[in-house]
């Protein structure tokens, strides 16, 4: 009896799930960026503390993750989408739409706060610089290591394929983000995110001569706790085939409407 033939992937750019996928990160980020733009305003009545802007931080993106992750993966955040496509998790077109819809949603989100919220109140819209005399080259560092560190947490704690409890992934990534707002919000506001900086810089119409560091440092951060866990550390077994149908965003059609969406490598192993 002749084998029956291996079913016939589709370009996910054409599939329900991908669209729900990408208004997701739009909504997300927007959210995000709204929730810990106004934790760090400055009201008369009662000044923001280092602790209470990095949990807002950390509750926001554990809340996030938890309502939108098992969609889009709630990237909200260029440097962590490059990641998941230098470790061959994602597809390009996906990568692409999502840094779009990130910056995009950045921008909505800082708007809103912005006009909601009284002028004397907002005042910069808590835009990422340096601070305490920090330069550019301690600034980056700085990102570099506090980004590297979220972004192996979020490696691990979404693998599915530990077989040890990984625990709730919400919430160790949410306790990672506080955990690098609580030292880098001192040197440079703490950005760990191109959009998180991005957003209110293009709101308020400035940019300072280090914004590139809230560029480069997050996502060269990322991308090296991407190699280091994925290509070192545990990476995954696929054939140069497989990996290139990840790149190109290819998926099984019975993926489509599943509640919970498998891993790119469980789609190819089908």
Sequence with gaps: MAAAAPPRRQQELFTLRFT?????????????????????????????????????????????????????????????????????????????????????????????????TPKDVRHTLALNDLTYGTNPGEALVVEIILTFSVVMCIFSATDKRRTESRGNAALSIGLAVTMAHLIGIYYTGCSLNPARSFGPAVIMGKFSGAHWVFWLGPIFGASVASVVYNYLLYPQKLSIGERLAIVQGFVLPEDEGRSTPRTNSERLRT
């Design 20 to 116: 729900q996928a990408l208004a997701c990160e739009f909504v997300a980020t927007v959210i995000f960026i709204f929730i810990v733009l106004g934790s760090a305003f400055k009201w008369p009545l009662q000044l923001p503390s280092v602790l209470q802007i990095s949990m807002a931080f950390g509750l926001t993106i554990g809340t996030l993750v938890q309502a939108f992750g098992h969609v889009s993966g709630t990237h909200v955040n260029p440097a962590v989408t490059i990641a998941y496509f230098v470790g061959n998790q994602i597809s390009i077109v996906r990568s692409v739409l999502y840094v779009v819809l990130q910056l995009l949603g950045a921008i909505t989100g800082a708007g809103i706060i912005y006009s909601v």
